[in-house]
């Protein structure tokens, strides 16, 4: 009884609606066209790479060229890839992105909002054009793109939308205010586009995954708050799987991993008992960090012997 109480009345999509879009959509992608924003690397590539492999069309976006065409490249033989270079920050690009999708490809099937920017460090240290940048990128970009992709998965008879979010968007995280406050502000988003949407084929949801082994920490370790690291690390594979599998099931939102999940809800729900925990994970957190810095060190001084 209690969990049924506690589940919200779209944690899980009507079966009718679930039966209907899996009629169309099961995991073989074969003629279905997926796009992909932050395509080119970490989380993005990966998600390409599974989507690829099921049989999908791409099209992949992010701004840099080199990468996205190096990624195109290896998928081409999978199927066909599009690249569009592009700021998804620009809202203009954004419009042109469907017009393109159109052009290349019948109907538009799922759309993945993956691209994120965080600029990291206490609210009065980070560049106010930074703190507006966070918003933009994470969750104005997803917002306009959802909204321009509906009429393209209502002509496809159904699809999915899947946001990338964080942990960050489940609990308040300190030193990551404008980041925290986008990815809140993007799974309240999905779960109420979710509800507009329902009975109409059109599935939103919204992934939460804890700290990921890609660049987006990796690259600038040292900027990265203690505490990230006191929880396991996902890889982007284990993140793209799970975009995947939102694609297809009745799931509104999973979190990554599980264990995380669950301890920024408590934290959420129980702010004091938030607090009481944090001193311990911040050690935690930096043992952590500690040991990954030292190993990719030793990976560094590998490559250049
Ligand atoms: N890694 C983590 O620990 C972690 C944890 C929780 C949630 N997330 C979320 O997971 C998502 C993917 O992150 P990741 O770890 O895969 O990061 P990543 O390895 O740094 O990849 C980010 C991708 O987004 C693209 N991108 C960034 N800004 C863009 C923009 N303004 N317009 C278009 N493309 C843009 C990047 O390419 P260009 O730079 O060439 O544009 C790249 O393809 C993000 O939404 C992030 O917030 C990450």
């Known amino acids: 009884m209690a969990s049924t109480l506690f589940r919200h009345p779209t944690s899980r999509l009507p079966e009718t609606d679930l039966a209907a879009r899996l009629g169309r959509m099961d995991s073989d992608f074969r003629g279905k066209t997926v796009i992909i924003t932050g395509g080119s690397q970490g989380v993005g590539a990966a998600a390409a790479r599974k989507f690829a492999a099921a049989g999908a069309n791409l099209l992949l976006v992010a701004r840099g060229k080199a990468n996205l065409e190096r990624i195109a490249e290896e998928l081409r033989p999978n199927g066909s ?4 270079a592009m700021d998804v920050a620009d809202h203009s690009a954004c419009v042109d992105l469907f017009k393109v999708a159109q052009q290349e490809f ?21 560049d106010p054009v930074e703190l507006g940048r966070m918003i933009d990128v994470n969750l104005r970009a997803p917002l306009i793109l959802c909204r ?7 002509k496809a008879g159904g699809g999915a939308i899947i946001n990338v979010a964080s942990l960050a968007g489940r609990t308040p995280v300190a030193g990551a205010a404008s980041y925290s406050a986008s990815k809140f ?3 309240a988003f999905t779960f109420a586009l ?8 059109i599935k939103l949801a919204a992934v939460s995954p804890g700290p990921i082994d890609t660049g987006f920490i990796m690259s600038n370790i040292d900027a990265v708050a203690d505490i990230t690291f006191s929880q396991p690390l996902s890889t982007a594979d284990e ?8 694609a297809l099931n009745d799931k509104r939102e999973r979190s990554l991993p599980p264990v995380s999940g669950f301890l920024t809800t408590m934290s959420y729900l129980f702010p ?4 009481l925990l944090r001193p311990a994970l911040v050690r935690k957190g930096r ?8 190993q990719l060190r030793a990976q560094a001084k590998d490559r250049t012997a």
């Not at 043992?287 to 030292?294: G, L, N």
């Open 81 to 84: 890839v599009r690249i569009v």
């Open 106 to 126: 019948d109907n538009i099937h799922v759309l993945v909002n993956n691209a994120g920017h965080h600029e990291r460090g206490l609210v009065e240290n980070v």
């Open 148 to 154: 321009l992709a509906i009429p393209h998965l209502r």
């Open 185 to 187: 502000g993007l799974r």
């Open 194 to 201: 979710g509800e507009e949407l329902a009975g109409s084929g």
């Open 239 to 246: 993140v793209a799987q799970a975009i995947m599998d939102l």
């Open 272 to 275: 004091r008992l938030g607090h």
């Open 287 to 294: 043992k952590t960090k500690q040991r990954i810095k030292a």
